[in-house]
């Protein structure tokens, strides 16, 4: 059975830092896309940052326009992990942050939509606030 298990969420105030984790079981994604969504309350969910396998140990990074140059989004192959280190947060980055990977070897043109990842984790609650 495949999870896909997040930790680090949590109330930062804005400016702050924040790092999550992601550590997905049952499988290996190494050659697969694994990234980040979120979901604030009542909005759809949204693309965050993803990484796509490139051959070796090496992954192109995509990101979102609106955490461009704040968030990095790392890949851990030999661990099958996946990590975001969120800096110079800001309110509006307040929402629920999913995991998620594919098990389809995507293009760009479908990167950053919901419905390429098959696989979810349950979600870890992220708060700017001061």
């Known amino acids: 059975q495949v999870q896909l298990v997040e930790s680090g969420g949590g109330l930062a105030q804005p400016g702050g830092s924040l790092k999550l ?16 969504f979120r979901q604030a309350p009542g ?22 326009d609106s955490v461009k140059g704040r968030f990095t989004i790392s890949r851990d192959a030999t661990k099958n992990t996946v990590s975001l280190q969120m800096n110079s947060l800001k309110p509006e980055d307040t929402a629920v942050y999913y995991c998620a990977a594919s098990s389809l070897r995507l293009i760009m043109s479908t990167i950053s939509k919901t419905g390429s990842y098959d696989y979810w984790g349950q979600g870890t609650q992220v708060t700017v606030s001061s």
């Open 21 to 36: 984790s992601c550590a997905a079981s049952g499988r290996s994604f190494n050659d697969y896309p694994m990234g980040w």
């Open 43 to 64: 909005q759809e969910r949204e693309f965050v940052a993803t990484t796509r396998f490139m051959g070796g140990y090496a992954y192109n990074k995509y990101y979102s």
